[in-house]
C-alpha cells in the first residue's frame, strides 16, 4: 500500500502541474520554433500606448511563438534559442516593444539553456509572483509593454547572486556599433 504524506503528495501534484505546461511547448517542433522569422516591429514607436495595444495587434506583430511567451506567459524549449551563444557586445531588447532590458555585459551562461543574466537595466523590469507549478516563483516581465520574460531565481552568480532565467524569443539582441561592423 502507498504511503501518503504530504511530500508524496506535493511532489505529484507538481508533476501533474509539468505536463500540461510541457504540452503547450511541445506544440511545434523545436525546427520550427528556431527557424520561426521574426516579424519586423516599426521602431521609433515612442507615442505607442503599449499597454493598449490589442491581442489582434500583438498576434500581428509577433510571431506564434512570440505571442504565446510575451503575451500569455508561455515558455521555449530550453536550448532552443540562439541567443544562448550570443558573446558580442550590445543589448538585449523586448521583441515586444524594443526596451532595452539588458547589457552585454550581465549575461552570463548558466548551463540551463535559457539566455541568463545577473542584472537587469534600471527600470526595465516589472515582477509579480507567479503560482503556476504550485510552489510561489518570481516572473517578470517588460517595464513598458507587460511582455512576459521570465523567472528570476536566486541561484546566480555573484554580485547580485540572482539569475533572470529569460526566453530567447521574448528578446532582440542589438550589437554595438563597433561589434556590428566587424
Known amino acids: 500500500m502507498p504511503r501518503w504524506d504530504r511530500r508524496t503528495v506535493l511532489l505529484g501534484a507538481s508533476a501533474m502541474a509539468v505536463v500540461p505546461l510541457s504540452a503547450v511547448a511541445a506544440r511545434r517542433s523545436k525546427e520550427e520554433i528556431m527557424t520561426d522569422t521574426p516579424k519586423p516591429v516599426p521602431f521609433g514607436e515612442s507615442d505607442v500606448d503599449w499597454k493598449a495595444i490589442t491581442e489582434d495587434e500583438w498576434r500581428q ?93 536566486k541561484d546566480g552568480p555573484d554580485p547580485t547572486g540572482l539569475r533572470y532565467c529569460n526566453n530567447g524569443l521574448a528578446m532582440y539582441f542589438v550589437p554595438d556599433e563597433d561589434e556590428a561592423a566587424a
Open 61 to 153: 506583430r509577433l510571431t506564434k511563438d512570440q505571442f504565446r511567451i510575451l503575451r500569455k506567459e508561455g515558455t521555449e524549449w530550453a536550448g532552443t534559442s540562439p541567443l544562448n551563444k550570443e558573446k558580442r557586445k550590445g543589448t538585449y531588447i523586448c521583441a515586444g516593444c524594443h526596451l532595452p532590458l539588458y547589457k552585454s555585459e550581465m549575461k552570463y551562461d548558466s548551463g540551463t539553456g535559457w539566455p541568463s543574466f545577473f542584472e537587469y537595466i534600471d527600470g526595465a523590469l516589472g515582477f509579480k509572483k507567479d503560482y503556476k507549478l504550485i510552489y510561489p516563483r518570481t516572473e517578470y516581465h517588460c517595464a513598458r509593454c507587460g511582455g512576459h520574460q521570465g523567472h528570476v531565481f
